[in-house]
């Protein structure tokens, strides 16, 4: 239905631009509209595209209970590359939680899933957790592979979404490597941010600077942190609530 599949769609590039709310209002009409549809792809497709903004805004519990209805109507309805989506929404708000093993596997599923039905799409997004994750849990040759197997739609494909975000990590893995990088750290968060600037991914951009801006701190350039971080979130019309905006605003005071 083309409402819904521009609605659910439009969900997620809202939160990208910078605006969370609104982003957040239409993954919302998305599913309604599915619903009265009865619909039962619709609506399994726009529980999906739900997860991923609520997720993005950093609503874990909304995430949560969406992410099982989407379990339940894939299963119901054999939809086995949506059943998989589920699995990886699953393990990453596992990992949100900071539940990094448990998380780990749901992904894991999710990919062995994928590689069944030879789906490709969305890799980036997928790894980027248990990038995450592994990380967290110095699992450093496995981040390596993982930022690797990422970055090879990014290439192949021009699938470049998810690419600032892939940035920021890497400059995450180098930091928390011994000794840390600091240097290649900054030139990774930089990329990251310059790479979100040209795409207008605001939200992406908020996610690289807080990095940035963290380091700058405990190199003791508080005024070009501060700096940083107020340029960053003046661009933003709305979005004070999100997980990353407080995360930015709480940083923005300790400096």
Same mark, same amino acid.
């Given at each position: ?32 509209a599915a619903l009265e549809l ?93 990038? /995450?994750?592994?990380?967290? !849990? @110095?699992?450093?040759?496995?981040? %390596? $592979?993982? *930022? &690797? #197997? ?50 207008? /991914?605001?939200?992406?951009? !908020? @996610?690289?600077?807080?990095?940035? %801006? $963290?380091? *700058? &701190? #405990? ?5 070009d942190a501060r700096t940083l ?27």
């Open positions: 239905d083309p409402a819904v599949s521009a609605r659910m769609h439009l969900g997620w590039t809202l939160w990208t631009l910078g605006y969370p709310k609104s982003a957040g209002d239409v993954s919302r009409q998305a599913v309604q009865e619909q039962p792809h619709a609506v399994a497709l726009a529980y999906f595209f739900q997860c991923c903004t609520d997720l993005c805004r950093g609503d874990l519990v909304a995430t949560a209970k969406t992410c099982k209805a989407l379990t339940a109507i894939s299963a119901e309805r054999g939809f086995a590359y949506l059943s998989a989506c589920a699995n990886v929404v699953e393990g990453q708000v596992l990992i949100a939680k900071e539940q990094y093993e448990e998380g780990l596997i749901q992904i894991q599923r999710g990919l062995q899933g994928f590689d069944a039905q030879s789906a490709g799409v969305g890799r980036p997004w997928t790894l980027a957790y248990p990038i /995450a994750a592994c990380t967290k !849990l @110095r699992r450093f040759d496995e981040v %390596a $592979g993982m *930022l &690797r #197997a990422a970055r090879v739609p990014i290439e192949q494909n021009n699938e470049r979404h998810w690419e600032a975000e892939l940035y920021r990590l890497e400059g995450e893995l180098v930091l928390a490597q011994t000794p840390p990088d600091e240097d290649m750290a900054k030139a990774h968060f930089q990329r990251a941010i310059e790479i979100a600037r040209a795409q207008q /991914a605001k939200s992406l951009e !908020l @996610r690289a600077a807080i990095a940035l %801006a $963290g380091l *700058l &701190r #405990a190199r003791a350039d508080k005024a971080l107020r340029h960053t979130l003046s661009g933003f019309p709305e979005g004070a609530d999100t997980a990353d905006h407080e995360a930015a605003s709480r940083l923005l005071r300790e400096l």
